[in-house]
C-alpha cells in the first residue's frame, strides 16, 4: 500500500523568503505526481503535474522536483507573498491501479 | 468553460439518513472519482467511474456507492450515516483514468 508522507505539517516564514516543501512516497511504481494548493473549507487546485518519466516541472514562481527511486518530492516556491498561505498537499498516482494517494499536507503561513 | 461543479456546498443530516451529493465534471472529462477528506487529513479515494462504470474503489464499505450518467456526470450515495462520515466530499475529473485531476469546491457534509 502506498503511503505518503509530508514534513514539515506547518510553517510560518516571512513574506519574499523561499519555500521548500517535501513530500515522501513509499512505492516508486508511479505514474505520476501532482502538487495541488487548497485554501481552507475549499476544493483543491492543481499546481503541478510530473510524469514518473520527468525529474522537474516548472510554472512562474513554482518548481517541483521528483525523484522517483528515492521517493521523494519537493516543491520550491519562490520569494513567497501572503497570497501563497494555504495547505500544499502531494498526490501520487500508482502505476499499478491509477489510485492516487494524498498526504495529509503541509500548511504554509507567509507573514507580511 | 465551467470547471468541476458539485452540489450542495453544505448539508446537514443525522445519523441512519441517506445522502446524495452530485458531480459535473469539467467540459472534455469523461472520468470522476471521489473522495472524502476529513479535517486536517489529505483526501482519501473512494471510488472512480469511467464509462459509466465503477472502475476503481478505496476501502470504504458497501454503504458508500455511486453512479455515472451517459452525460458523465456523477452521483455519490452515502446509505445509514454515521457520524464519522462527517466530513468534506470532493469530486475530480480528468480525461482518461491516469490524467491531470481536477477538483471541484467539494461538499460539506456533517452528521449529527
Redesign the interface.
Known sequence: KQEVTQIPAALSVPEGENLVLNCSFTDSAIYNLQWFRQDPGKGLTSLLLIQSSQREQTSGRLNASLDKSSGRSTLYIAASQPGDSATYLCAVESSNDYKLSFGAGTTVTVRA | DAG?T?SPTHLIKTRGQQVTLRCSPKSGHDTV?W?QQAL??????IF?YYEEEER?R?NFPDRFSGHQFPNYSSELNVNALLLGDSA?Y?C?SSYD??G???????S?LTVL
Open positions: 468541476v458539485q472519482s473522495y486536517g487529513q489529505g483526501p482519501q479515494f472512480q476503481q478505496g468534506l470532493l475530480a483514468r491516469a491531470e485531476l481536477f477538483f471541484g469546491e467539494g460539506r
